[in-house]
């Protein structure tokens, strides 16, 4: 098993969307932090800027499982995993494990980089706890989301079909649903991971952190499960 997470976690570092993903977010945090302030002298509610991250964390999270996944797929790498390792299901889980550890490097990495450039700016006006609370969030969110991109890439094999459908969902049907129904959005990815970067809202109910991470752990397990039976069941030679 241990040979298996390895050669994953090498494939995974050195897939093209880490770098790129990176970039979004440091693009991110110097257009809502830096160039209002420095241009115009404004500055966004620390808040918006930790749970803007949060998102794009999450989005570039499960960009990277899923072209981990429907890559291998696709260029042979998976067959070549199986010759080494006939048992599927510890392939599968060697992926889920490596794209789990990916996203919450990522949101770890996000959180610090708009926490530090809040911090440069002086805007940073939060309690410790919360700002820890709320880095924790992230991480954990893209952890999951990681798992989510990655059974996601099972499922469609086919890097280019699931990136599209990723950023479609993250950017564009869940804050469409958003704006119909905050009632439902809040039980989607989405809004479970608002709940656990402690977003705030003057006009919408958000749940607890526990309860967010509940949904979007429950999310992950689902599709790590059909992934699995979808995994097992499809002819990959």
Known sequence: MTHILRAQARIAATTRIAVPGVLAMAAFVILTCLTPAVLFGQHRDPHTILW???????????????????????????????????????????????????????????????????AILGRLALPAASIVSICLGTAVAAALCGVLGAAAGVLLRNAALAACVIALWGYAVEPFISTLSHNVYIYLPGGARDSLVRHVSAHHYIPPPLAGGLILAGFASAAALAAALTFTRRDVT
Not at 68 to 86: C, F, H, I, K, S
Not at 90 to 117: E, I, M
Request: proline fraction near 1%.
């Open 52 to 118: 803007g991250t949060a998102t794009i964390a999450a989005v570039t999270a499960m960009l990277l499982g899923a072209l981990q996944t429907a890559g291998d797929l696709t260029n042979g790498m998976t067959r070549a995993l199986l010759l080494a390792e006939p048992r599927r299901l510890r392939v599968l889980g060697a992926q889920l494990l490596v794209s789990l550890g990916l996203g919450a490097a990522v949101g770890a990495a996000a959180a610090l980089l708009a926490d530090t450039t809040q």
